[in-house]
């Protein structure tokens, strides 16, 4: 969590550090599970590209230890509030053992999940989590498979080189984006490609029925990647939380009810299952269309009879013939272009995160609350340190 001016005016960034969390970032997917309630009957989740762990920190506290926020925890006082309230007005009408008469319960305690699995993984080392287990590898790489399911499955054998998980999980998140570099079609490339890694990887683990959500970068051509996520899941969403802030171009796809295709098989090495031979796949395609009829055409110029695709030829005055291309192919559903839709998450009441807000006079900033354990950065803080600052060592007169 940075300690830019522009964050230290984040309304989300000092929440988090009041509520306790690594990042802002928790916001976002605390809000993305109240519009899609994403942790219902989720008890083994893998985290990926996890680093600094707010995510992770998320999980543990709502599936370990039974914690709840947001609509979930205003509900659940709210209810407390109204036994409370039915209790004193018993206990007021009655005159006899109003104890006994009075329908007060004893406050509802945290109620942990059982057999809660929950495995996150990064390039960068992340601190310790209560019930976390953390594995400092990438994503694209083939042999992480083996490490996950490994972590997911103690009993697993890497020699049967399986890359099925034997119990999977319900949930897999990715969290992950490239460090920008200003130029958004390069930006959107490269996190459509960290983001295909970790759908290849989720494949690998995800069960029947499972939920897959991902960070995006949205352009122009998104509706292709919106497509290719329909072949897989039910159900394919574009949320905006309302901490994210909305000059930034990311969102979060969020992929519910995964459907394989029958007689699908992840693999690392075959990505989306079909891997490398995509091109001659396209290419047999092609040839296997139905050939069309021609028609034979005259060209006025020199005379020479071509042959054209089946179409009505039009004359206009000058003589000139335009002929209109019919493409004859019979046309399939997966033709048809699908937009996936894009909901709004968050309560309107909730802080604006491209908002400044004043702050009381006696307010003290806190700090972060688990600085990168190390960051790209590191050496260039070093080295502005030993130079005496942001602004250089000052000279003395």
Same mark, same amino acid.
């Given at each position: ?46 985290? !990926?590209? &996890? =680093? ?5 920190? $998320? /999980? ?7 914690? @709840?926020?947001? #609509? ?122 960290? !983001?295909? &890694? =970790? ?5 690998? $683990? /995800? ?7 991902? @960070?995006?970068? #949205? ?124 909901? &709004? ?53």
């Amino acid at each position: 969590m940075g300690k830019s001016s522009k964050d230290k005016r984040d309304a989300y960034y000092r929440l988090a550090k009041e509520q306790g969390w690594r990042a802002r970032s928790a916001f976002k997917l605390l809000q993305l599970d109240e519009e899609f309630d994403l942790f219902n009957n989720v008890t083994r989740v893998v985290d !990926l590209c &996890a =680093a600094p762990g707010s995510w992770s920190q $998320v /999980l543990s506290r709502v599936l370990i230890k039974g914690e @709840k926020f947001g #609509r979930a925890a205003w509900q659940d006082r709210d209810a407390k509030f109204r036994q409370q309230m039915l209790g004193l007005f018993g206990a007021q009408a009655t005159t006899e053992k109003p104890e006994i008469s009075a329908p007060t319960q004893p406050p509802a305690g945290l109620k942990p999940r059982q057999d809660v699995k929950i495995v996150s993984i990064d390039l960068q080392p992340i601190s310790p989590l209560p019930g976390i287990v953390t594995l400092r590898a990438d994503i694209t790489h083939p042999a992480t498979v083996p490490l996950l399911l490994k972590a997911l499955d103690p009993e697993y054998d890497s020699k049967t080189k399986s890359q099925q998980a034997a119990h999977p999980v319900d949930l897999v998140l990715s969290d992950g984006a490239p460090d920008v570099t200003g130029l958004h079609d390069l930006d959107i490339y490269v996190q459509s490609q960290l !983001l295909f &890694a =970790a759908l290849n990887l989720a494949l690998c $683990v /995800l069960k029947p029925g499972g939920k897959f959500v991902a @960070k995006i970068f #949205r352009g122009k051509n998104v509706d292709i990647l919106y497509a290719q996520l329909k072949i897989f899941f039910e159900k394919v969403h574009v949320a905006k939380p309302r901490s994210s802030r909305a000059s930034s171009v990311e969102a979060f796809i969020v992929c519910l009810n995964f459907q394989p295709p029958k007689g699908f098989s992840a693999s690392l090495e075959e990505p989306l299952g079909v891997g490398f031979r995509l091109s001659h796949m396209t290419e047999r395609n092609a040839q296997s269309l139905p050939i069309t009829a021609n028609t034979i055409l005259q060209d006025t110029e020199t005379g020479a009879w071509n042959a054209v695709p089946t179409s009505v030829p039009i004359t206009d005055a000058d003589g000139v013939t335009e002929v209109q291309v019919e493409d004859l192919r019979p046309k399939r559903e997966s033709e048809i272009r699908w937009i996936a839709p894009f909901i &709004a998450c968050g309560d309107l009441s909730a802080f604006d995160s491209d908002a400044s807000y004043r702050l009381p006079p006696d307010y003290v900033s806190l700090d972060p609350v688990q600085p990168p354990t190390a960051p790209p950065y590191k050496r260039a803080l070093e080295m502005r340190k030993t130079h005496g600052g942001a602004y250089g060592k000052t000279s003395k007169e």
